[in-house]
């Protein structure tokens, strides 16, 4: 066998073994899992984002070959845990978890672990052991929204202007990350916060809300919603009510709002938070996972801030903006 014969014949071998050569040094290929049983825990689905989080999980796992078995815990903690002892007894390769609360899916962790099934997280996390959560820099986000609305208060001349701020869940990370990163930028700026209800990220709550917040508040200048969702609720009172001097600003980039951010002046900031692409960057974690890889302990989806200097660069096709920066190589 002639030497060139012999070095094809050897990286055949090789690639067949999951090893590549380059230069000289043998190299383990990217582990990839195909062909795996996921299961899959959402929340809730009263929310858009978590539905379009679903919908972009449950593509993505069939485009690449995968099973995926996906439960609605309908913000229930007693369901969540019987679904997830569901999918245990089902023996997937992998359990995704959106939790409805972060403490109490600690008894579905522990069957998880002695089932020896991976449990990742995405977009709320646990206060517990997991291989990884999937989802974004929730305090950042908030942060930048903090910043427009700081920027906009110093363009339009008004100094500690008073601001209403609708929250999301009591007790939940992700309400508590966008809240801090927003009073961060907005306390420095010296802008006074009122603190609304926990209106549960939903329209229909931050509408009822806002209409009992801006009787109570008639000299506020601008809302901060958790949620894009409930900012459209608190805008729907504000127009009700003739209040075109109030500015919006929300998180999770809405197509709906995005696209009337672009129309007027009265929505001035979101940050985007593309949940089907969360989802689709949550299966390729999986798939890592399910092969025995080791992935990072909090994989990022991205980020950026939306206002009117360049709504226009992000796509709204769908029921939110898009945005999917490379998260894997």
């Known amino acids: 066998m002639t030497r060139r014969k ?8 090789l690639a067949g073994l999951g090893l590549v050569a380059m230069g000289g040094v043998i ?72 939790p409805v609360n972060p403490d109490a899916v600690a008894p579905s962790l522990e069957a998880a672990k002695a089932a020896k099934i991976p449990v990742i997280t995405v977009d709320r996390n646990v206060r517990g052991e997991v291989v990884s959560y999937v989802g974004r820099d929730n305090e950042k986000m908030g942060g930048l929204v903090g910043q427009a609305v700081v920027a906009y208060f110093k363009k339009v001349g008004i100094a ?27 306390e420095a700026a010296g802008l006074k916060i009122v603190k609304g209800p926990y209106a549960e990220y939903l329209r229909a709550n931050a509408v009822t809300a806002m209409q009992d917040l801006l009787q109570a508040n008639p000299d506020v200048k601008a809302v901060y919603a958790h949620n894009d969702d409930m900012a459209l609720g608190a805008l729907q009172v504000l127009r009700e009510s003739h209040r075109s001097d109030v500015v919006v600003a929300g998180v999770d980039g809405l197509s709906e709002a995005v696209k009337i951010m672009a129309s007027t002046d009265q929505y001035i900031a979101t940050a985007l938070n593309d949940p089907r692409y969360l989802g689709d ?48 190589e």
């Open 6 to 13: 012999l070095l094809a014949s050897t990286r055949g071998i």
């Open 27 to 98: 190299l383990p290929t990217r582990a990839y899992a195909k062909g795996i049983r996921i299961g899959f825990s959402q929340a809730t689905l009263q929310s858009p984002f978590y539905v379009e989080l679903t919908a972009g999980a449950e593509a993505a796992a069939k485009a690449g070959g995968d099973e995926i078995v996906s439960l609605d815990a309908n913000g229930d903690v007693t369901k969540q845990n019987n679904d997830l002892q569901d999918l245990i007894t089902r023996g997937v390769n992998v359990l995704i978890i959106n």
């Open 160 to 186: 500690g202007a008073k601001i209403i701020e609708i929250q999301g869940d009591p007790g939940g990370t992700v309400m508590a990350a966008r809240r801090d990163g927003f009073h961060k930028f907005a």
């Open 281 to 328: 960057v949550t299966i390729q974690t999986a798939r890592r996972v399910a092969a025995g890889e080791k992935v990072p302990a909090f994989v990022d989806a991205g980020t950026t801030l939306v206002t009117k200097e360049n709504v226009t660069k992000f796509p709204t096709n769908g029921l939110f903006a898009e945005y999917r920066p490379e998260i894997f």
